[in-house]
């Protein structure tokens, strides 16, 4: 009995991890900073106007207008997500920190930060088909494949 307990503790230690590196990523990305491989190219979503995955677009000036405005508005709600799930990792270690943690109780809190990213990836996909409806269709096209390129790199 007692070594399932130890060993939950260490499987709730390394969710916890987990999700701190996975926020410290998006962390930067809310920041505006943005990830960069092992050759120090940069990646989704660009910054500047004709870098990165933008950049084969050759958006004209009203598309480049339509994107900064999706991308201010999709910032904002992705900061104040990562926010919370800052709060609600830190209120976890707290708890693990106790000494007689309350599985329950960490388990609700894991349920809500867990609620948090997934409502983190719905505004990805929010402003992944915002972003194309201000494409022509050749343009969307570049734009699907960058994307799935992004998702999928290592």
Not at 111 to 134: C, G, M, W, Y
């Amino acid at each position: 009995m007692r070594y399932c307990g130890r060993l939950m503790h260490i499987a709730i230690v390394m969710i916890i991890v987990m999700l701190f590196a996975g926020a410290s990523c998006v962390s930067s990305y809310a920041r505006g900073e943005q990830p960069k491989d092992k050759k120090g190219e940069r990646h989704f979503p660009p910054r500047d106007k004709g870098e990165g995955k933008f950049g084969e677009l050759n958006l004209t000036p009203e598309q480049q207008a339509g994107l900064k405005k999706i991308r201010e508005k999709y910032d904002t709600r992705r900061e104040d997500l990562l926010f919370l799930m800052r709060e609600k990792k830190l209120e976890m270690v707290k708890m693990l920190k106790e000494d007689k943690p309350d599985r329950k109780k960490l388990e609700r809190k894991l349920e809500e930060i867990t609620k948090l990213e997934a409502d983190r990836q719905r505004l990805f996909l929010d402003e992944f088909f915002e972003v194309r409806e201000i494409l022509t269709p050749k343009q969307a096209k570049i734009f699907t494949r960058k994307t799935m390129k992004f998702l999928l790199r290592d």
